[in-house]
């Protein structure tokens, strides 16, 4: 799914182009998941199974105790969500996620809500996410990025048809190049923020490439690249290495 506001307004400021800023959401805006924390949503109101909540607490607490990693985790509430999600209703789905995000919606980091408000005045703001692509509209509603790209899953009559799994999430290197096509967009002055290796792939294709609390691999790909890799840590935000 991608969502685009004003139909392209913002990308040319005359006769030139605007500059893109490109963002992952979850644990590089949202402080944890959107994914996460709607699947929990669901199922407290009874559209996900009880059973769902337990499967993902088993994977949670093998994370948190560093006996499993945070990839194992997300992948599982994956495959979880695209289970679950069969004959859901969608408005249901898209009811919960307006829900989730009015309740969390200022769960943000610092550094890069900072970084949104002042790369508004001068960047064509993107989102690019793993996240179903109803909670990132929900999500875009208070934070209004330029174009949102979610992960959709299939629908019909109002129900969830069928399974979106771990191997089909969007490539978010075809994700950008396809945006940048569409709208006739340039990676000129670019900027892109993410957290794990899952970013890499846009990462790479930007002028201003930004590691944000990144995982162990994006980290060292960062550290040799020479990218820049900025720290949020309570109340102080500092660059690791530049």
Not at 39 to 60: C, D, M, S, T, Y
Request: hydrophobic share 40%.
């Amino acid at each position: 799914m991608v969502f685009v506001k004003g139909a392209g307004a913002r990308y040319t400021c005359g006769m030139k182009k605007r500059p893109i800023a490109i963002f992952d959401i979850d644990g590089t805006i949202f402080r944890s998941s959107l994914l996460i924390e709607l699947n929990a949503l669901l199922v407290k109101h009874g559209i996900f199974p009880q059973a769902a909540h337990e499967e993902v607490a088993q994977v949670r607490e093998a994370w948190l105790d560093r006996k499993g990693s945070y990839v194992d985790y997300i992948n599982t509430i994956v495959g979880l969500y695209g289970r679950d999600i069969r004959n859901a209703h969608v408005s249901d789905v898209r009811r919960i996620s307006r829900l989730m995000i009015n309740e969390q919606k200022h769960r943000v980091y610092v550094f890069t809500r900072e970084l949104i408000k002042k790369l508004r005045k001068t960047h064509t703001l993107i989102v690019i996410s793993y996240s179903p692509s109803e909670v990132v509209e929900a999500f875009n509603h208070f934070y209004h990025f330029d174009i949102v790209s979610g992960l959709s899953y299939p629908n019909a009559r109002g129900r969830y048809t069928g399974t979106v799994h771990v191997g089909e999430a969007p490539d978010k290197k075809a994700t950008l190049t396809g945006l940048i096509a569409k709208h006739n967009l340039s990676l000129k002055n670019s900027i892109g923020i993410g957290d794990s290796e899952s970013d890499i792939a846009f990462l790479e294709l930007v002028r201003h490439p930004i590691a944000f609390n990144p995982n162990k691999k994006l980290y060292a790909h960062a550290r040799r690249k020479k990218w820049e890799v900025v720290v949020e840590r309570k109340d102080v935000i500092y660059t690791a290495f530049k």
